[in-house]
């Protein structure tokens, strides 16, 4: 079975009052299936990125309740764009697997 894995370093509050220390990083990997997905079609490449989109604001938190403003942070931004980023190569390295019939 294909899968994908979608990571990015998450970062979280640890402690509040010694800004030096304040952060610590979460790695978080999800895998999305791929098996049942004919990527040779544009429906299939569609459901691809819909899958892809929902583990990447997962493994950023994006969907995560927070108090106050719906603007992304900085950190939040950064994950998703690495998250991103990793998804597509791994996308890329699979489809050249499939073209040379592996």
Do not use: F, H
């Amino acid at each position: 079975m294909k899968t994908l894995a979608i990571a990015a370093a998450a970062l979280g509050l640890v402690c509040t009052t010694a800004p030096a220390y304040a952060t610590e990083v979460e790695k978080m990997t999800i895998e999305v299936k791929l098996s049942d997905i004919n990527l040779g079609t544009a429906s299939g490449q569609k459901l691809l990125d819909q899958r892809i989109e929902k583990a990447v604001r997962t493994v950023c938190r994006v969907n995560s309740l927070t108090t106050g403003s719906r603007v992304l942070t900085q950190e939040v931004r950064d994950c998703l764009a690495m998250a991103r980023a990793d998804a597509r190569q791994q996308v890329a390295l699979l489809n050249g697997d499939r073209q040379r019939g592996g």
